[in-house]
């Protein structure tokens, strides 16, 4: 099956400074690729994701880049800010409404 | 919010007891997701059933059934619960188009067994 491996575990940034986060994954197969943002108490939010049709994708201070030769994507974070500690997740998934492949996840923590 | 409800939010047991997590999904998703979240293992899908008709099957004890309902509503149970059941569980629910097939996630069940 699928295997997801992110890293790193935890990251502390400084606020406005920049975060990166990267996985990497097992199965060609995998054509989809979500990023998830979990908060303390509440269920996973997706923040963006990538299809294997697409190299990169942005969102404001979001943005995912997908190497899909090298089987790695990474979540890139800009200007980050206090409200962005958090664990993020980074999944993969067969195609459209299969189920994720989740990574261990990162434990962002941006200080003021 | 999500749209995904899910009760109840807490839920303390002993082990060898069953319990029924329930799960609705948003409005117009046909697809419904279970995972469980631990320490150990992080998020693991379960299962998923697309509009009463299970879909895929993952990681799910054999101690663990789930049914989807003619008004889409879904829910996991979980017999004869061990320790190691204690856990977070989330439902998800999303629609099978292209345009329609992110997951949405609810708030989550967490469960102890003592």
């Known amino acids: 099956g699928e295997n997801v491996e992110q890293h790193p575990s935890t990251l502390s940034v400084q606020e406005g400074d920049s975060a990166v986060i990267k996985c990497t994954y097992s199965?060609?197969?995998?054509?989809?690729f979500p990023w998830y943002k979990q908060e303390l108490g509440k269920g996973p939010q997706l923040i963006i994701d990538i299809r294997s049709n697409v190299g990169e994708k942005k969102d404001q201070r979001i943005a995912v880049t997908l190497n899909k030769t090298a089987k790695h994507f990474s979540l890139h974070i800009t200007e980050t800010q206090p409200e962005d500690s958090a664990v993020y997740f980074c999944?993969?998934?067969?195609?459209?409404?299969?189920?994720?492949?989740f990574g261990k996840g990162t434990s962002l923590l941006v200080t003021p | 919010d999500s749209g995904v409800t899910q009760t109840p939010k807490h839920l303390i047991t002993a082990t060898g007891q069953r319990v029924t997590l329930r799960c609705s999904p948003r409005s117009g998703d046909l697809s419904v997701y279970w995972y469980q979240q631990s320490l150990d293992q992080g998020l693991q899908f379960l299962i998923q059933y697309y509009n009463g008709e299970e879909r895929a099957k993952g990681n799910i004890l054999e101690r663990f059934s789930a049914q989807q309902f003619p008004d889409l509503h879904s829910e996991l149970n979980l017999s004869s619960l061990e320790l190691g059941d204690s856990a977070l569980y989330f439902c998800a629910s999303s629609g099978l188009g292209v345009a329609t097939d992110t997951q949405y996630f609810g708030p989550g069940t967490r469960l102890t067994v003592l």
């Open positions: 199965d060609s197969a995998s054509n989809y």
């Open positions: 999944a993969a998934s067969k195609d459209s409404g299969y189920a994720l492949n």
